[in-house]
């Protein structure tokens, strides 16, 4: 066994794909926001389960809800790829109201309906992602980050102009990359140190030690007050603690000081369908080079029968 696999056997890997998508309505009309067409040839979804296959992960959990046929249609044809006997799969898990009998109240809380996945797998790492991002990265690099810190919680991020920081959930991280502070689409977001003009935006992908991501995720079900949400609730309450290990963030610095851009490719589905139209030229060259060298090709939508096509 390589040193790489011996550090993925520990991680148990969780996609969300749940959200309603109301934003990009009529697209999400009758199916899941991760199940779009995107970019012609892909879906969604696509571009993380390619992170995660060029990482190196092979043991996927996605969790569903909305509009779940599509996607588990999608998943099942497209991406029938991996050997179960061999202890690789990818499962699409709806919701089970084994221990509540209710929908997933946010992201949090799809995590507490689903406790029973880790109680099973028992890892020592969870990697949590959103199957709505189109973005290229080494989740393995992430995790070794993560392993060599010994942090309870790694938070994948990358800079933004600060003009357009407050659309999303910013990192307030001190000149050591500790953070200090996280903040849900502040007013006025704090900038990264040593530049003035960027703030760091949580990309949503987070790696949490097992242990910890339970305690946080049953001490979040009890709280009657809390949206149940990682970016509202779970990760600035775990910044607020005292920890033997500090809380940090993986990040690039900006290259280009006039449009913030990075090496990398990272882009949230905006709730604005002509964004998603304007990112399509550049799709393919800035998704098959980038931050962590060599070619990168996120796997293409084969052809499909009609009832997953459409």
Known sequence: MTPAMKRLKGLTTIIMAGGRGERLFPLTRDKA????????????????????????IRNIYVLSQYGSFSLDIHLRL????????????????????????????????????????LEYERPRQVLILSGDHVY????????????????????????????EASAFGILHVDADSRVIDFLEKPAEPPAMPGHPDFSLVSMGVYIFKAEVLVQEVIADAKSSDSKHDFGRNIIPRMVG???????????????NPRTGGTSAAWTLISPRIRTCWALRP??????RTGPYGGTWFPRPRPCLPAIASK
């Not at 067409?37 to 696509?46: E, K, P, S």
């Not at 179960?84 to 109240?105: A, K």
């Not at 989740?139 to 994948?156: I, N, P, Q, S």
């Not at 550049?282 to 998704?287: A, E, V, Y």
Request: glycine share 4%.
């Open 33 to 56: 926001k991760p199940a779009i067409i995107f970019g012609g040839t892909y879906r969604i979804i696509d571009f993380t389960l390619s992170n995660c296959l060029n990482s190196g």
């Open 78 to 117: 497209t991406w029938d790829i991996l050997r179960p006997d061999l202890g690789e799969y990818i499962y699409s898990v709806p919701p089970q109201q084994i221990t509540v009998n209710r929908w997933y109240r946010g992201t949090a809380d799809s995590i507490y309906q689903n406790l029973n996945l």
């Open 136 to 163: 290229k990265m080494d989740y393995l690099a992430m995790l070794d980050f993560h392993l060599a810190k010994d942090a309870d919680l790694t938070v994948a991020a990358v800079p933004a102009p600060r003009r």
């Open 241 to 255: 603690k005292k920890r033997s290990s500090p809380i940090l963030s993986r990040t690039r610095r900006p290259a």
């Open 282 to 287: 550049p799709l393919t060259s800035s998704m």
